[in-house]
């Protein structure tokens, strides 16, 4: 496991339930995109669950999917836990920048990962289509991207922010993360925009 530190969002607390404001704002519009991107009876892999309303609020609408959180964050984990419906399994430990985190897992429907390319090293994408490659034939990504000369203000500034932060982080660059999968075998579907700048992108390979 690597010991260099991860980055969370501010988080409120109630017992073991973690609430991010950014995921109350957007888990349900995440949810009912999802729902409608999902197979009957899907069973989805998250990574980088964070607090876990994610996959709540999509079990809320779903109740036939079988949803896998993970997270490198022990608290997070404790949180996913908290949210998760009856039958799922336990949140996993994973960390994307570990080598063949995917080796003792089994396939998986569809991949999903909200809002974390951007706020980890790219190592963390590059192991996340290794492990896709391994597990899936279906990634889902939700978060911000920047479409070059396109991209949005705000997320050109949050940007800027993260590498102030960190060298080593940032909005992803969308023609490069298309790139990245496409060069694993998957082709992209036309990123849909999803409010407050904010993009779903579904990568596929047949
Ligand atoms: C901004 S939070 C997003 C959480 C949640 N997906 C959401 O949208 O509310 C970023 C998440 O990515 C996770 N993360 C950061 N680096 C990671 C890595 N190397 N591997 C897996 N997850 C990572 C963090 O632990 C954190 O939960």
Request: aromatic content about 8%; glycine content about 8%; hydrophobic content about 45%.
């Amino acid at each position: 496991m690597s010991d260099e530190p991860i980055a969370l969002e501010d988080r409120a607390q109630d017992g073991a339930k973690l609430f991010s404001p950014s995921a109350g704002r957007n888990k349900r519009v995440v949810a009912e995109t999802l729902a409608e991107l999902l197979t009957r009876n899907a069973g989805v892999l998250e990574l980088g669950s964070g607090t876990g309303e994610h996959g709540a609020a999509l079990g809320e609408l779903r109740a036939d999917v079988v949803w896998q959180y993970s997270d490198p964050d022990a608290a997070s984990r404790a949180s996913q836990a908290a949210w998760a419906r009856e039958g799922w399994p336990a949140p996993l430990d994973i960390d994307l920048r570990v080598a063949e985190w995917w080796a003792e897992l089994s396939p998986v429907d569809a991949i999903f990962s909200a809002n974390m390319i951007h706020i980890a090293p790219i190592e963390a994408l590059m192991g996340l289509v290794k492990g896709a490659e391994a597990l899936t034939d279906t990634v889902i990504l939700y978060g911000p991207f920047l479409f070059g000369d396109h991209s949005a203000p705000s997320n050109l500034e949050f940007d800027v922010s993260l590498r102030r932060r960190d060298p080593r982080w940032g909005v992803r660059q969308w023609e490069d993360v298309k790139h990245i999968f496409g060069s694993a075998g998957f082709n992209a579907d036309q990123p849909r925009p999803m409010p407050s700048n904010n993009h779903f992108v579904r990568f596929h390979r047949s």
